[in-house]
Nanobody, 117 residues
Framework: VQLQASGGGLVQPGGSLRLSCTAS????????MGWYRQAPGKQRELVAR????????YYADSVKGRFTMSRDNAKNTVYLQMDSLKSEDTAVYYC???????????WGQGTQVTVSS
């Protein structure tokens, strides 16, 4: 499966962005999907995860109340709505899909989010 992430960009603190990740196969055949991020000099971290059913199973403490993950299986797409962005949200954001009985991990190419005035 291929994952195509988009929607990153430059935004001022307090602003919003919506990231999209479209899968090359039906997302109903995919187990959990997630958004990760990696800031310069830091390890990649899980931001949010959503189940096949559309139920969000995880938000990082640092984004709770500001980010919302959703899933549209009809469009094979997951979204990350990011509001009240802070400079510390600056990172490359990656989408991730877990597929099959062994939850094999697949990654998108990443999209840069920069929060700066």
């Amino acid at each position: 499966v291929q994952l195509q992430a988009s929607g990153g960009g430059l935004v001022q603190p307090g602003g919003s962005l919506r990231l999209s990740c479209t899968a090359s196969r039906a997302t109903l055949s995919i187990n959990d999907m997630g958004w990760y991020r990696q800031a310069p000099g830091k390890q990649r971290e899980l931001v949010a995860r959503i189940k096949r059913t559309g139920s969000v199973s995880y938000y990082a403490d640092s984004v709770k109340g500001r980010f919302t993950m959703s899933r549209d299986n009809a469009k094979n797409t997951v979204y990350l709505q990011m509001d009240s962005l802070k400079s510390e949200d600056t990172a490359v954001y990656y989408c991730n899909a877990l597929i099959g009985i062994f939850n094999d991990a697949y990654w998108g190419q990443g999209t840069q989010v920069t929060v700066s005035s």
